[in-house]
């Protein structure tokens, strides 16, 4: 049950319990279980098998899955270092995705390295330096 008590430290899967039990708006089911599973294991993790499995009818399936935990992991990333404004470009080719900016982006390096990568992953992440 959600509300018993919030900590600091677990505020994913706070966050996870709350739009389990509390997100209407309109949404499915569906959409409900997979909005929160995205915000539970939005920092490192990808998605556990067990919790897979326990949503398994109403989460896309698990490859599906694990890309869209792992590309919202990485924009968290990418902006653990609050940015005023957007201090970086994307950009993909022959499956690398390349970051550049004036910046050094440590903390965003540092965080990357620190992700459960995608079972088929297939894409490197390069970091390149415009100063």
Not at 33 to 44: H, M, N, P, V
Request: glycine share 2%.
């Amino acid at each position: 049950m959600s509300g018993n008590n919030i900590h600091y430290y677990s505020h994913n899967k706070n966050s996870y319990n709350l739009i389990k039990d509390a997100l209407e708006f309109g949404f499915t089911h569906e959409q409900i279980i997979l909005i929160a599973t995205l915000s539970r294991y939005a920092k490192r993790k990808l998605p556990s098998p067990s919790h897979i499995q326990k949503f398994k009818t109403l989460l896309p399936d698990s490859e599906q899955l694990e890309s869209l935990s792992y590309l919202l992991s990485l924009a968290v990333t990418l902006l653990s270092h609050y940015p005023k404004n957007i201090d970086f470009t994307l950009s993909f080719e022959n499956s690398e995705l390349k970051i550049e900016s004036k910046n050094s982006l440590y903390l965003a390096k540092e965080s990357v390295r620190k992700l459960d990568m995608m079972t088929n992953n297939s894409i490197n992440i390069s970091f390149y330096n415009l100063s």
